[in-house]
Nanobody, 121 residues
């Protein structure tokens, strides 16, 4: 099993910055993909940013040039640096990881518990 613990959410004024962290622990053999999703009240959960083990990144159009996803392999941690935040970025942000727990295991997806980001003056 893989456990994900997110941190870094909070209240920030428009134009401000936050950095979210997601630390993975447990029986991790490899992590093929790490991503951030977000869900605003009454809306579906949408992809914000994705980072594959190859280094390829994908961003939602609404966050391009403002958000940056990165990882620290030594800490099994993925980050989301969010700059120039807007009220429409307000949502619960979820970490998602696809990982193997052993050399012969399949690839499974795991979700974090979510962290609230509120952008408001």
């Amino acid at each position: 099993q893989v456990q994900l613990v997110e941190s870094g959410g909070g209240l920030v004024q428009p134009g401000g910055s936050l950095r979210l962290s997601c630390a993975a622990s447990g029986s991790i053999f490899s992590m093929n993909l790490m991503a951030w999703y977000r869900q605003a009240p009454g809306k579906q959960r949408d992809l914000v940013a994705r980072l594959r083990s190859t280094g390829i990144t994908t961003y939602a159009d609404s966050v391009k040039d403002r958000f940056t996803i990165s990882r620290d392999n030594t800490k099994n941690t993925v980050y989301l640096q969010m700059n120039s935040l807007k009220p429409e970025d307000t949502a619960v942000y979820y970490c998602y990881v696809e990982a193997r727990t052993g050399v012969r295991s399949g690839i499974y997806g795991y979700w974090g518990q979510g962290t609230q980001v509120t952008v408001s003056s």
